[in-house]
């Protein structure tokens, strides 16, 4: 059985970098193209950016471009995402998840990384 | 840029009606990229429905998604108690590559 385990809840402050991981377990993370959602208290789910497998590459939403970073440790069958210069409206829960039976959507989620992004 | 709309934005309801969602998107899109979820308060979200009407592995057959062309539903038939939550609809197209609905809410009467 495929599982995302994620790492545990963090505060910040403005202006600084935040790295979430995401453990694979039960399958191989180089096979699975990985993909990083995110949603603000309260509000809807919102699409960061993940690898495309159609397109050979990680793509990212616009608003995110030069601020995100995603990597993955294959050894370590963990992926990453880094988010830097972190402001408020950065608040969230972030997922990981990625498609196993699916082509075009995610049907293995993470639990969530809630990151608090305050003074 | 396809932009999804969900409506209506809360529905409240009784356990044992049946409802319909709808996802209406800005411009057409291929039935194999809508997918639907579900969401349960503190959750991550759960893949429902693919390819706009096949469901996921293990989701009852009270759920069933349906649609073209820019017009997509998911129908729920007999809520449960547990069917009360957050649903989303979500599009695989150009850019961005995914794209979700803002979601309707349904909560118990």
Redesign the interface.
């Known amino acids: 059985q495929v599982r995302l385990n994620q790492s545990g809840a963090e505060v910040k402050e403005p202006g600084a970098s935040v790295r979430v991981y995401c453990k694979v377990s039960g399958y191989s993370l180089i096979e699975l193209s990985m993909?990083w959602?995110r949603q603000a208290p309260g509000k809807?789910?919102?699409?960061m950016g993940?690898f495309?497998a159609e397109d050979g590459e990680k793509?990212f939403?616009?608003k995110f471009q030069g601020r995100v970073t995603m990597t993955e440790d294959t050894s370590a069958e963990t992926a990453y995402m880094e988010l830097r210069s972190l402001r408020s409206e950065d608040t969230a829960v972030y997922?990981c998840?990625t498609h196993l039976?699916?082509?075009?959507?995610?049907?293995i989620?993470?639990?969530?990384t809630t990151v608090t992004v305050s003074s | 840029e396809t932009v999804l709309t969900q409506s209506p934005g809360t529905l409240s309801l009784s356990p044992g009606e049946s409802v319909t969602l709808s996802c209406r998107a800005s411009q057409s899109i291929s039935s194999n990229y809508v997918a639907w979820y579900q969401q349960q308060p503190g959750q991550a979200p759960r893949l429902l429905i693919y390819e706009a009407a096949t469901r996921a592995t293990g989701v009852p057959d009270r759920f069933t998604g349906g649609g073209s062309g820019t017009d997509f539903t998911l129908t729920i038939s007999r809520l449960e108690p547990e069917d009360f939550a957050v649903y989303y609809c979500q599009q695989y197209g150009s850019s961005p590559k995914i794209m979700f609905g803002q979601g309707t809410r349904l909560e118990i009467k």
Do not use: I
């Not at chain 1, 809807?44 to 699409?47: A, M, P, R, V, Y």
């Not at chain 1, 989620?109 to 969530?112: E, F, S």
């Open positions: 993909h959602v809807g789910l919102e699409w993940g495309v793509m939403v616009e997922y998840a039976k699916t082509d075009y959507s995610l049907d989620w993470g639990q969530g």
